[in-house]
């Protein structure tokens, strides 16, 4: 069983099909807090929540919970990147000209305000929790709204037609995901992974950042986001948020996590797994296995 | 004129009577970018907005709207701490054993879930756009809503009385609201101010984020906020949204702006102001003006 | 059996009696060369040769022989730090009023240049080879030298008599002798240690220096000493002689190592040993072989 | 009049030449000090002294007087480079076969030793102030010496004829040279220039060297020779000289000078000339002039 940020139908129910495949049984949950609380619980094997927008930025509820310290842990074992595409979705024998009333949630009305303003001028939008819901609701026949903006996975679950598609102002927005279980299931290493932590900064340590940023840098390991998020206790007192290149199994990275867990008053490890992107892996020469390999064996041989 | 996110008795309110005073002449704007807009349109003078929460962090839309590219500059002219402190509010002559029905905005609800699950268990919480909203709703004297969690300023604004106040999770949740002007309104140097910018870094360049921290660390300059944003045109491409310690004027800061200008593909900046905390300015004894002024000195008398 | 750079009466033969005891049987060599020649050769188990005085600075030839890569290793075992005293020394029965030609060795010539020029103006100066080679030339009855410059255990060893005493410029002057070993004699970790290494820099690496350094630092590895030395193949091509604090079984100096080594073309270890001076050795917080094991285990529990 | 190490017939004699030309009025002076002390004197316009070779290193003398701090200041104007090729000179009609007793200088002794060993396998080696004074040793009729290690201007000056030439060790030394005056005399900027200073740390500033280097890095400033002197106030003190790419009129250097003078507790400026290699001239793309005035202008324009 699998959990997810639900309901049927939202682009997160999407990532879950892509990410576990069709057959597989799935509960939604009405929160991220709660699609991840069900993780810790054991009530699923492991949860599907949006982690990060390529226009809206990281998605404060997931790195939140997931940073959070002092909790039973749980790591990120897959990823996925789903484009972010909208769809204006009527009842079946509804045209674009009969659109007055619009139900959407807020991220998706903001992200489609353009294509609005240019085609429905006159129409009304109203903001609902998720864009899954919005088609459901434009599903009762006797709804006052007459389209919703949704995924096109609620469009079709919900029996809606397509009265405009890709009608975002951006039309590449894409959606990261990803798959979250309890401790034990850490992904094989393809060479072609990231890792995923939260680092807790020592207070008034100043340049704590740029130290936590050499430590990466001078094992050669490449960081590939970091947001900061508020620590809750006091205005100014952060953490960060952070992806690298690289497998925990990866020398470079084995080192690198060593040396933040020192220089950080907590370091919150969230799992290493394959990326979903196809950039390429950058690792400089001297950041290799091997070389670790061999300036290890060179350490040894100096010892009587 | 001023511009503020309304509607009347948001906290941005009260955050722009403490910044310009009771008697200003203040228009609400239904969207923080509808506030900023306005002051590049020239239809007011300056316009307060919320910039950060300690709790929810970083506010999106004015992350994304102030440090934009290829727009009309504004600059940040003023910055207000106020404690966000919930109350729930119902109208005149019910208590809080009547409340079966509360409205409310989503942060709001969030920050104050623990307190409704111990006192008012059996609650159903609605959300709406925002708290002031949500308790002129309650004003209606036919509303279906029993009580509104908002801000003291949107009670009393709206006539209704206090069933509960200080109700949130964490008593001690601040948000800051900056004052965004047009160019030219520079406030002087007070030996405790703070410079805000939006960085670009150049694509594809490895370490850039190490970079720029040690253009600051080579300055003397600290960093006391940091925040990536999506620069909306592919997942994995990040622009940095920084405060540091210093106005434009200390000799420091000046020669750190040029240092990111020459480093960053674009850099963004968004005023330089007097803090709103108390906090020592931290600058390093090799940081002073006075530093900078002898070591020009020195360099001139090099030269024949 | 040991060997140091000779005659009998340097300030390095000194230093031999207090590195390895005044009964040890010891063998004079010409050069420093010679000296640790013998040592890779094993006719001596170790050799003490100078490395670094106050005033001069590092000692080419013994940086250089112990640094050459491509070589049969051997390490330093032990260190010592001898007061430079120079007196000036002259048969017996002679005084200080008779000195008209005086002989020593150009470095002695030149740190008692300002005594000379005050006491007596008027003598010729000599150089030879060693100090202690010119205390024995002045013990022959026939020499045309009156008196040398030179360490009181030479004058003592030559049976000479002192004329004055202390005439050196800079009264605390110091130098530093290295007791050198084959490989298979580590000293084992007191807590107040030295590691010794040459590093070759990659050709054509920028910043490569700036490399080496911060892989000691972010391992909180304190360098205690740095000299470039050229590496004999082209004008302008370094590499670097340092001393570090901390022991190779030191956590923090270990990794340390493994990093120098991934980054460098190559690295000479020299050896770890007790330091002479007492100096408190820093270690920072969080570069403890506590902190390194903990964050250790913490790495070994992420793993399944 | 210039001034430079003698005597004639040195390698400095032959850089004075091709740095001024033959026609200057040249006096030889008997040590560095002394040909320096004239520059400040003002008994000559400028003088030539030895600063680096690629097989001996840097040469103390001159990198401690030029760097000391408290001293009226001196530039450097000027640099060549001269092969170091050492010839076996002997009085016209002797032969290689005849040569039982060499002379010369101990650095030219040892730089010859291979092939003194596979030659001359029986000779005697006596050791010299200077390769020049031995040739002029050795024209004397009735020297004991049958042959000098020297130069070849100085076998040519003292009238003695080539028995072997090129004979070091490394076919391709070479040393470095510089022509000192007072201030006053900055060469102009060519594009390929070389600055020259001697940096003094902040005591018990742990990191000052990487501190030193970062200055020069977040510039783009590129670091060519670097070599650490004692300060000879106490063993492990040190100040370090460094040669950087560029001249004090480039923006990047300025500044760069600038940020040393603020980290160091002194900095002797040493001049900017032009290099007497070839390599290019290595400069980022952020650190070039016209990047330093665009950056400038940028900060200006933001002021009102």
Request: hydrophobic share 45%; proline share 7%; glycine share 8%.
């Amino acid at each position: 069983m699998f959990g997810y940020f639900g309901p049927e139908g939202t682009f997160t129910h999407q990532a879950l099909l892509t990410l576990v495949g069709d057959g597989a049984q799935a509960r939604p949950y009405a929160t991220v807090a709660a699609a991840l609380a069900a993780v810790r619980a054991g009530e699923v094997e492991a949860s599907v929540v949006p982690i990060e927008n390529s226009v809206e930025g990281g998605v404060p509820a997931t790195l939140d919970y997931l940073g959070a310290p002092d909790q039973d842990p749980v790591n990120i074992i897959g990823e996925v990147l789903v484009d972010v595409s909208f769809e204006l979705a009527g009842r079946p024998g509804s045209t674009l000209a009969d659109v007055r009333a619009i139900i959407t949630h807020p991220h998706a009305a903001a992200q489609c305000r353009s294509w609005i303003g240019e085609h429905l001028p006159d129409a009304a939008v109203t903001e609902r929790g998720s864009t899954a819901g919005a088609a459901l609701e434009v599903a009762r026949p006797d709804s006052p709204f007459d389209a919703a903006i949704c995924a096109p996975v609620a469009r079709e679950l919900y029996g809606l037609v397509t009265l405009a598609s890709d009608i975002g102002d951006l039309s590449d927005a894409v959606t990261r995901f990803v798959l979250v279980a309890r401790p034990g299931h850490l992904p094989a290493r393809t060479g072609h992974d990231k890792t995923t932590l939260t680092a807790y900064m020592r207070q008034d340590r100043p340049g704590a950042l740029l130290e936590i940023l050499q430590q990466l840098a001078v094992r050669g390991v490449n960081m590939c986001r970091i947001e900061s998020r508020p620590t809750k206790t006091a205005m100014g007192s952060y953490c960060f948020s952070i992806d690298m290149e690289g497998h925990i199994d990866d020398a470079r990275m084995a080192e690198a996590l060593v040396g933040l867990r020192r220089v950080c008053q907590d370091v919150v490890f969230l799992g290493s797994y394959p990326r979903a992107d196809d950039r390429p892996q950058s690792v400089p020469a001297d950041g290799t296995d091997a070389e670790y390999a061999a300036a290890n064996a060179w350490l040894a041989g100096l010892r009587p």
